[in-house]
């Protein structure tokens, strides 16, 4: 099992910044590759960014690209998420979730562990 805790939600207006963090924990060789996806009321879960954790390769959707940075600390077990330049779509609840397959996959799907989520709001 790997148990993901992610932090760093909150409230900021547009055009702010945010920094999300996901903590994992337990069986780590099970975190090959680390993604956060979101989800705004009454919408689909969506991928935002994803991250094989060996070689650092990214991956982002169109609607992120250029703005938000996914990242990770080695020693900490930990996934960043820097969200710049926040637009109030970008509103949601942000999940960490993690895969054992060394690829970037962006659908939820393949995604073994999730954490619980961590609310964002951009204000207008």
């Known amino acids: ?32 590759s680390m993604a956060w996806f ?25 609607s ?7 990242s990770r600390d080695n020693a900490k077990n930990t996934v960043h998420l820097q969200m710049n330049s926040l637009k109030p779509e970008d509103t949601a609840v942000y999940y960490c979730a993690a895969r054992s397959v060394a690829t970037i996959a962006r659908t939820s799907a393949p995604y073994n562990y999730w954490g619980q989520g961590t609310q964002v709001t951009v204000s207008s």
Request: charged content about 20%.
């Open 1 to 32: 099992q790997v148990q993901l805790v992610e932090s760093g939600g909150g409230l900021v207006q547009a055009g702010g910044s945010l920094r999300l963090s996901c903590a994992a924990s337990g069986r780590t060789f099970s975190k090959n």
């Open 64 to 70: 992120v690209k250029g703005r938000f940075i996914i």
């Open 38 to 62: 979101r989800q705004a009321p009454g919408k689909e879960r969506e991928f935002v960014a994803a991250i094989i954790w060996s070689s650092g390769s990214t991956g982002y959707a169109d």
